[in-house]
């Protein structure tokens, strides 16, 4: 499945998030990664963050389904070729 993780966070624990993040995902700007996953490691990725976040952060995860197109307004920080 293709998901999209975005994050807001306590800058004590932006680089924790990104690193464990970036084992799953593509990092694609600030607080947002995307990609392909499993339903295992969508699991992994949830565990994983509500460890290392608290109460006051937010992280909300995407799960897409069937055909979506992303339109990029701006520079794009982190082109991807294959998305897909």
């Not at 807001?8 to 993040?21: A, E, I, P, S, T």
């Amino acid at each position: 499945m293709h998901v999209i993780v975005v994050y807001d966070v306590d800058k004590k624990r932006v680089v924790k998030v990104h690193d464990f993040l970036a084992r799953y995902l593509c990092w694609r700007q600030n607080s947002v990664f995307e990609g392909e996953i499993d339903y295992r490691q969508l699991e992994e990725v949830k565990k994983g963050l509500s460890k290392l976040i608290d109460s006051d952060d937010s992280v909300l995860i995407y799960e897409l389904s069937g055909k979506f197109k992303v339109h990029v307004i701006g520079h794009e920080r982190n082109p991807q070729e294959n998305i897909i």
